[in-house]
């Protein structure tokens, strides 16, 4: 590593090489010194978003270590100078914080952060390995990477957030984490208990944090609008998913590195990530131009989608709105601002709405009300439960379908069992239904619910040989 970088002959020996030296650096992420312009830093307010940083937070737990060997027995070759940070400086500083309780998620339950002193370790030197990336082009970032004990501690990413950060001259810092909505709430406070080469002058940035957007819709309704990608100006399309996109490539190793000592196993993830990384610049080439040439396609479609949308707005409302844009957008770090986009209504889902009946039948069952034609399918039952069948025959066809014009006897025979299943089912429910709604016996309809039709007329064409019912 110190040979490929340069570093074999230097006056001042290998002892001489700073942390994160031996790093490849993503050529297309903004490096000033390297591939800026004079002047960047004056930048006008809408040319600065290209000079900003993109940073993923995320933890991998395939990447565990077994407690085999010891630092002084299997030691690393590297002392910080690539990807994993410095580990005495690392291991003292959560030394110092080990007594310190993991504070509980009050969005969604984040099994990551409530259940981190939970965390099974026995027998494990780590439970992981907790990584930086940048999250525009997934490449790996100097000095983001480190052991995990138990769990997401936040800990443990406050010193590798801030590990890779130092330096940093850029004004503008895009942050994604899937549990950015507690993480950064004592961010700044957590960080002035990190050596002063470590603090971050986040009172002349601009910076924001957003949830992944895999990860988004498993958040409350607030998170969703204040951590949101798509809610955010000169953002593009970035979803802050690097880093998983990172661990598919990694994970293959990760059972030959369980038994390695400890400097083994970062020297290796090292000599990974840094192969990573190179391969990401060699392609470097073909990958911007394929972007390129999608985004070009995309904007027309996006730009006459949203024309056709604005055509049917009124002017009033359109004024009210952008004015409201505006103040939100140009005072970023300002929280007294309202933001326009956060949701004011609450949308009615199916599962909701399921609760919902759910709730007003226990309630009239308390007051000693009960409407109920059947001892076990209320009226909010029978309507459940025909959604549900409804599904189930959509999935019975596309799975019919799907199996194309020479079928299995194997297969043939499990779709008949489910078909008469099914069937079975209809005539059930319709039997309740007649019920509450006797009307469905004129004209034989109830018969019609569970007439072949219903369930064997997509089946003919590629089940002949099977007589449905």
């Known amino acids: 590593m110190l040979k490929r970088f340069g570093h074999g002959h230097e006056a001042s020996s290998v002892e001489g090489t700073s942390q994160g030296e031996c790093v490849i650096i993503w050529p297309a992420c903004p490096q000033p010194g390297m591939n800026l312009p004079d002047g960047w830093e004056h930048a006008t307010k809408d040319k600065q978003w290209l000079y900003a940083t993109f940073v993923a937070i995320d933890a991998n737990f395939c990447l565990k270590r077994r407690n085999m060997l010891t630092n002084e027995a299997d030691p690393s070759l590297s002392k910080g100078w690539s990807y994993f940070v410095e580990e005495v400086d690392y291991k003292s500083y959560l030394a110092e914080h080990l007594g310190e309780a993991q504070e509980k998620s009050t969005c969604s339950s984040h099994n990551a952060v409530n259940m981190a002193d939970t965390k099974l370790s026995q027998g494990l030197a780590a439970t992981g390995v907790g990584m ?15 052991d995990l004990q138990k769990g997401k501690k936040y800990i443990n990413m406050d010193y590798l957030f801030f590990s890779t950060l130092r330096n940093n001259s850029l004004k503008i810092l895009n942050v994604s984490y899937d549990i950015a909505c507690q993480w950064h709430k004592h961010i700044w406070s957590h960080m002035e208990s990190l050596p002063q080469s470590h603090h971050l002058n986040h009172v002349l940035k601009i910076i924001r944090f957003f949830v992944p957007k895999f990860h988004l819709p498993a958040h409350v309704a607030k998170c969703q609008s204040l951590f949101s990608f798509n809610f955010t100006r000169f953002i ?13 490539n990694i994970n293959p190793v990760a059972s030959s590195m369980k038994n390695m000592g400890p400097g083994c196993h970062r020297d290796t993830l090292d000599n990974n990530f840094g192969d990573w990384n190179w391969t990401k610049v060699v392609g470097l080439d073909a990958s911007l131009l394929n972007k390129m040439k999608d985004a070009l396609i995309e904007r027309a479609e996006h730009q006459a989608a949203f024309d056709e949308f604005d055509a049917v707005i009124s002017i009033e409302h359109c004024a009210t709105w952008l004015s409201e844009m505006v103040i939100w957008e140009q005072n970023p770090n300002d929280t007294t601002v309202p933001n326009p986009l956060e949701m004011k209504a609450i949308a009615i889902t199916q599962v909701g709405a399921q609760l919902r009946l759910a709730e007003l039948e226990a309630n009239e069952l308390e007051r000693g009300i009960d409407i109920s034609l059947h001892p076990e399918v209320s009226p909010s039952v029978l309507i459940v439960s025909s959604l549900d069948m409804e599904e189930e025959q959509h999935h019975l066809k596309s799975l019919v379908e799907s199996m194309g014009m020479h079928v299995m006897d194997i297969q043939c025979g499990s779709i008949v069992q489910m078909c008469n299943s099914f069937r079975r089912k209809i005539e059930t429910w319709a039997r309740v239904q007649v019920l509450y709604m006797p009307a469905v016996l004129q004209g034989g309809r109830c018969n019609d619910l569970a007439s072949p039709g219903l369930v064997g007329s997509y089946t003919d064409n590629h089940l002949k040989r099977y007589p449905y019912p």
């Open 132 to 146: 930086i990336d940048c999250a525009c082009h997934n490449m790996k970032r100097g000095n983001g990477v480190g």
């Open 236 to 248: 593009g399309q970035t979803d802050g998913e690097a880093p998983e996109r990172g661990w598919s």
